[in-house]
């Protein structure tokens, strides 16, 4: 398809998403924006959607698009910058702990799953960080086990991370 035609058609879904959202037509926006997103080879769609949705607590949402994105770009996980894998481990664990808004409770076989999830993704982003390691600066060594540290004080990843906490989401 010609460039100019898709551009065209990504703006049209886009306009009529947004108009959608406005008027709360749910079902119309799912299909506009379903079809922007069929259309968005370089993930910029997902992944400031996922964006969006976390920052409005949608992290069962923010999850899908994190996975759909990083499906379609295996590549997409290994942006040492924006971190993708790692906030995609973190809205699972915040969807396993029914800390989303307007999404339904997850029942346990889900939690479970947000959670393997989550650790699929750290650990993807631990082997990662250790090949940096091997190759970088000491300076940049020293911010890679910075962020690595993080992840241990990280409230929003202690549903994988304290047995506690996995009892708390199994049972609640």
């Known amino acids: 398809m010609p460039y100019g035609r898709l551009r065209w058609r990504k703006a049209y879904h886009t306009e009529q998403a947004a108009r959608a959202v406005q008027q709360k ?25 996922a964006r969006v949705a976390s920052e409005q607590k949608k992290f069962a949402l923010t999850t899908r698009l994190w996975t759909e994105a990083m499906a379609s770009d295996p590549k997409l996980g ?10 995609a481990a973190r809205a699972a664990c915040l969807a396993a702990a029914g800390r989303g808004e307007d999404e339904p409770p997850a029942g346990d076989a889900m939690k479970m799953d947000l959670h393997r999830q989550a650790l699929s ?32 004080k990280d409230p929003d990843l202690a549903g994988i991370r304290e047995t506690a906490a996995l009892g708390r989401t199994r049972s609640g």
């Open 25 to 49: 037509q749910w079902f119309a926006a799912e299909f506009h924006l379903g079809r922007v997103l069929r259309d968005d080879p370089e993930n910029t769609v997902k992944t400031r959607l």
């Open 78 to 87: 290994d942006d040492s910058k924006t971190q993708p894998r790692y906030h």
């Open 121 to 152: 993704w750290l650990k993807a982003d631990m082997d990662f960080w250790t090949k940096q390691l091997e190759s970088t600066t000491p300076e940049s060594r020293s911010a890679i086990v910075q962020a690595l540290q993080s992840w241990q």
